[in-house]
C-alpha cells in the first residue's frame, strides 16, 4: 500500500531565505508526482507536475526533483516570500485504472516578513 | 477559461441528513474525482469517473455515492450524514480517466459542516 510523508510537518522561515521541503513515498512505482499549494480553508492549486520519467521540473522559483528509485521528492523554493505561506502537499499516483492521487499530510509554511 | 467550479461552497446539515455537492469541470476535461480532507490531513480519494463511468472507488461506506452527468458534470451525494462526514470536498478535473498526462486540476471545495 502506497503511503506518502512530508517533513517537516511545518516550517518558518524569514523573508529572502531558500528553502526545502520534503516528500517520500514507499512505493516507487509511481506514475507521477505532483506538488500542490493549499492556502487556508480553500482548494489546491497545482504547482509542478513530474513524470515518472523526468528527474525535475522549474517554474519561476520553484523547482520539484524526483528520484523514483530512492522514493522521494524534494520542492526547492528560492528567495520565499511571505505570499508563499501556504501548506505544501505532494501527491503520486500509481498504476491502475484509476488516476487518484494519494497525498501526503503537508507541509504548512510560514513566510516571516 | 473558467476553472473547477463547485457549489455550495459552505453548507451546514444535521446528522442523518442527505447532502448533494455539484461539480463543474475544466471545459474538455472528461475525468471528475472527489477527494474528502478532514482538518490537518491530506486528501483522501473517494470516486473517479470518466466518460460517465466510475473508475474508481475509495475507502468509503456506501452511504457516498457519486455520479456524471453527459456534460461531464458531477455530484457527489451522502446520505445518513454522520457527524465525522464534516469535512472539505474537493473535486478535482483531468483531461483523460487513464494514468498518463493526468495533471489534476482542483477546486476550491466545499465545507461541509454536520451538526
Known amino acids: 500500500k502506497q503511503e506518502v510523508t512530508q517533513i517537516p510537518a511545518a516550517l518558518s522561515v524569514p523573508e529572502g531565505e531558500n528553502l526545502v521541503l520534503n516528500c517520500s513515498f514507499t512505493?516507487?512505482?509511481?506514475?507521477?508526482l505532483q506538488w500542490f499549494r493549499q492556502d487556508p480553508g480553500k482548494g489546491l492549486t497545482s504547482l509542478l507536475l513530474?513524470?515518472?520519467?523526468?528527474r525535475e521540473q522549474t517554474s519561476g522559483r520553484l523547482n520539484a526533483s524526483l528520484d523514483k528509485s530512492s522514493g522521494r521528492s524534494t520542492l526547492y523554493i528560492a528567495a520565499s516570500q511571505p505570499g508563499d505561506s501556504a501548506t505544501y502537499l505532494c501527491a503520486v499516483q500509481n498504476g491502475g485504472a484509476t488516476n487518484k492521487l494519494i497525498f501526503g499530510t503537508g507541509t504548512l509554511l510560514a513566510v516571516q516578513p | 477559461d473558467a476553472g473547477v467550479t463547485q457549489s455550495p461552497t459552505h453548507l451546514i446539515k444535521t446528522r442523518g441528513q442527505h447532502v448533494t455537492l455539484r461539480c463543474s469541470p475544466i471545459s474538455g476535461h472528461k475525468s471528475v474525482s472527489w477527494y474528502q480532507q478532514v482538518l490537518g490531513q491530506g486528501p483522501q480519494f473517494i470516486f473517479q469517473y470518466y466518460e460517465k463511468e466510475e473508475r474508481g472507488r475509495g475507502n468509503f461506506p456506501d452511504r457516498f455515492s457519486a455520479r456524471q452527468f453527459p456534460n461531464y458534470s458531477s455530484e457527489l451525494n451522502v446520505n445518513a450524514l454522520l457527524l465525522g462526514d464534516s469535512a472539505l470536498y474537493l473535486c478535482?478535473?483531468?483531461?483523460?480517466?487513464?494514468?498518463?498526462?493526468?495533471?489534476?486540476?482542483f477546486g476550491q471545495g466545499t465545507r461541509l459542516t454536520v451538526v
Open positions: 512505493d516507487s512505482a509511481i506514475y507521477n
Open positions: 513530474i513524470q515518472s520519467s523526468q
Open positions: 478535482a478535473s483531468s483531461l483523460l480517466g487513464q494514468v498518463l498526462n493526468t495533471e489534476a486540476f
